[in-house]
Nanobody, 115 residues
């Protein structure tokens, strides 16, 4: 198993940037998928970005060109760099890790985009 702890959320003005971090309690080297999801009030949880252990990434159309996901296996951490934030990006962001043995979620970090 693995535990995930997200950090980096907060309040930012439209057009601003935030970097979210997801720290894992053990090595992520063998975890084949790590991703960021988000859920706004009254909406379903949606995939924002994911990255494989080979470094291949994918993004929701709504964030392409603005968000970048990366993973640092040495630090057991996955990042989500969010630029040009919009009010519609406001949500609770969750980190997810999938392997053949588990499918684990973090507790979430809140992102608020408002002037």
């Amino acid at each position: 198993q693995v535990q995930l702890v997200e950090s980096g959320g907060g309040l930012v003005q439209p057009g601003g940037s935030l970097r979210l971090s997801c720290a894992a309690s053990r090595s992520i080297f063998s975890i084949f998928f790590m991703g960021w999801y988000r859920q706004a009030p009254g909406k379903e949880r949606e995939l924002v970005a994911g990255i494989s252990n080979g470094g291949r990434s994918n993004y929701a159309d709504s964030v392409k060109g603005r968000f970048t996901i990366s993973r640092d296996n040495a630090k057991n951490t996955v990042y989500l760099q969010m630029n040009s934030l919009k009010p519609e990006d406001a949500a609770t962001y969750y980190c997810n890790a999938k392997s053949y043995e588990f499918d684990v979620w973090g507790q979430g970090t809140q992102v608020t985009v408002s002037s």
